[in-house]
T-cell receptor, first 112, second 115 residues
Framework: AQRVTQPEKLLSVFKGAPVELKCNYS??????LFWYVQYSRQRLQLLLR??SRESIKGFTADLNKGETSFHLKKPFAQEEDSAMYYC??????????????FGKGTHLIIQP | GAVVSQHPSRVICKSGTSVKIECRSL??????MFWYRQFPKQSLMLMAT?????????EQGVEKDKFLINHASLTLSTLTVTSAHPEDSSFYIC???????????FGPGTRLLVL
C-alpha cells in the first residue's frame, strides 16, 4: 500500500527566509503527487500537482523518483504562507484516479 | 475555481441515531466524489470513493453498512452514518473530482459529535 511521510509536524521560519517542507512517499508504481494547503478556518485547497510543473504563490516542488520525494520549496517566506500543508499521493487504478493518500501535514509558521 | 459545499457544517446527535451528510459540487458535474475522515490533530483518511450511478468503493476497514454512500446525481453525494456511536465522532470531509483536469476540490467539512 502507498504511504506519504511528512517528517516535520511543525516548521517555524522567519519572514524572508527560505522554506522547505519535506515529503517522501512509498509506492512501487508511478503515483501522482500533490501539495494541498489549509489556511486557518478554511478548507483544503490544491497548491501544486507535480504533472503541471508550475509555481503557485512562489512555491515549487520537484518529483524526485530516485529519492521518492516531493519536497515543497519557496525561496523567501511571507507571513501569509503560515498554514497547514499536506502532501498527498494519488494512484491511478483502472484508468481513473484513486482517492488521495495524505501525509500527516506540516504546520508552517512564518515569524515576522 | 470550482466550489464544493457540505451540509450540515456541524451536527450533534444521540447515540443510535442516523446522520446524513450532503456533498454538492456547485458549478461542475462530478462523476466521482470522495469521502474522508479526519480525527483531531491527524491527517485525512480516505473512507470511500463515490461513483455516480454505481456502488461506492470502500477502503479497507471501513464498514459499508455503517457508512452508507449514495451518489444519485452528478452534483450530489450523501454519506449516512447509521446507528451512530461516540466513536464515530469526527470531521468528515468530501471532495469532488472535476472532469477536465481531474483536480479534487474539497468541501468545508462536517463536524459530527455523537453523545
Amino acid at each position: 500500500a502507498q504511504r506519504v511521510t511528512q517528517p516535520e509536524k511543525l516548521l517555524s521560519v522567519f519572514k524572508g527566509a527560505p522554506v522547505e517542507l519535506k515529503c517522501n512517499y512509498s509506492y512501487s508504481g508511478s503515483p501522482e503527487l500533490f501539495w494541498y494547503v489549509q489556511y486557518s478556518r478554511q478548507r483544503l485547497q490544491l497548491l501544486l500537482r507535480h504533472i503541471s510543473r508550475e509555481s503557485i504563490k512562489g512555491f515549487t516542488a520537484d518529483l524526485n523518483k530516485g529519492e521518492t520525494s516531493f519536497h515543497l520549496k519557496k525561496p523567501f517566506a511571507q507571513e501569509e504562507d503560515s498554514a497547514m500543508y499536506y502532501c498527498a499521493l494519488s494512484v491511478r487504478a483502472g484508468g481513473g484516479a484513486d482517492g488521495l493518500t495524505f501525509g500527516k501535514g506540516t504546520h508552517l509558521i512564518i515569524q515576522p | 475555481g470550482a466550489v464544493v459545499s457540505q451540509h450540515p457544517s456541524r451536527v450533534i446527535c444521540k447515540s443510535g441515531t442516523s446522520v446524513k451528510i450532503e456533498c454538492r459540487s456547485l458549478d461542475f458535474q462530478a462523476t466521482t466524489m470522495f469521502w474522508y475522515r479526519q480525527f483531531p490533530k491527524q491527517s485525512l483518511m480516505l473512507m470511500a470513493t463515490s461513483n455516480e450511478g454505481s456502488k461506492a468503493t470502500y477502503e479497507q476497514g471501513v464498514e459499508k453498512d455503517k457508512f452508507l454512500i449514495n451518489h444519485a446525481s452528478l452534483t450530489l453525494s450523501t454519506l449516512t452514518v447509521t446507528s451512530a456511536h461516540p466513536e464515530d465522532s469526527s470531521f468528515y470531509i468530501c471532495s469532488a473530482r472535476e472532469p477536465v483536469g481531474e483536480t479534487q476540490y474539497f468541501g468545508p467539512g462536517t463536524r459530527l459529535l455523537v453523545l
